[in-house]
């Protein structure tokens, strides 16, 4: 005989909370660039974080926008030792499961060579031996690309962007211009109506009508250029310095700028260079893994990658994106290794940097540099920059770089701000 049972029914606190409104909570803790962590708390770029730290995140996000009912908020601060077996972590755990089977996050186990009782659960109170670990999918960063791009738009107010117009006129697809007769090698995008009245001007109106090549006409439309884009990224510890984190911000404009390259430039390449002690090149999906170091600053270095990067792009234009607080302060020498020096503006090291700008200029390769600070010595240092690349120069705060740089992506606008 079936049975059916019956229980009280218990509401889910979070029910109307949707996954995209976890992950703009969640938005800091996972674009998070070390700023919190201690000189000797650096973690490795490609350093795995642990379902406890997510949970603890998301339970702070929670209750600093307070969306924890205050029934559950008093039950964890009065029972904060039995915080693991409550309603509330119970509810959050199914929080992060959602987002797992999402697609937001994988997760990782522990071996299953661990003992049972070593086996981590999901809570504040968790050693981190043997904690289960977790990775954001592609999925979740174009959210944040898509979320990061939505809000620095927003704040620019009514715009609209397509692709790199330029002042060429071409034959294409669409019909933004005028007409003109058709030339040898023209895409057919045939104007009907002024080829038809081309013909009855130089044969009159008679039926059949004649038509000759000199009687085509064909629309013309905008030139529209595909742009190779580098994007360097100053990854040394100055950038979480000072009582102000600089590198979140460039993290977030890079995702947004990932973002509106794949839905309104898709001609248009983007690549990272992250320049510290040396320099590499970040695949976009390892972007928000990537924390600052006890680094110094090897601009020269970088540029020499952007260049290698930018040689193998078929594009029409080609640039380097430079986002930076600080001066060049490391060079690599023909030996291998690399000098460094802190204090001042480096003769050598600022010399041998700008003779890699005057090759980017030799390459026709400008350098739209990004400024996140003040000093007058460095205001001198990017203005020289400027001068011999022949680009751009913009010195702004975390503030409103997003604002600056995508504006210039996308107007491709000849001025300085300062």
Known sequence: MKFIKYSKYVPDPFDGLSTEELLGLLQDFLLDSGFYNSYYGFQEMNGQRTMEELHQALLEALRDQGKIPDQLLQQMLQNWEEYQNSELAKAINKLLE????EGYVTIEQPNPGQ?????????PQMGREGQAKFEITDKALDFLGFKTLKDLLGSLGKSSFGRHDTRELATGVESDGSSRRYEF???MNLDVNATLLSAIHNHGLRVPLELDYPDLQVRQCEYQSSCATVLMLDCSHSMILYGEDRFTPAKKVALALTHLLRTQYPGDTLHLVLFHDSAEEMPLAELARVRV???YTNTREGLRLAQ???????????QIVMITDGKPSALTLEDGRIYKNAFGLDPLVVSETLHEVARCRRNGIPINTFMLASDFGLVSFVQKVTEICRGKAYFTTPYTLGQYLLMDYMQKKIKHIH
């Open 185 to 187: 090698g023209d895409t």
């Open 293 to 295: 170091g006890p680094y």
């Open 98 to 101: 959602r987002l797992a089977e």
């Open 308 to 318: 290698r990067i930018l040689s193998r792009q078929k594009k029409d234009m080609r």
């Open 115 to 123: 003992k049972e009782e070593d086996q981590p659960g999901v809570g």
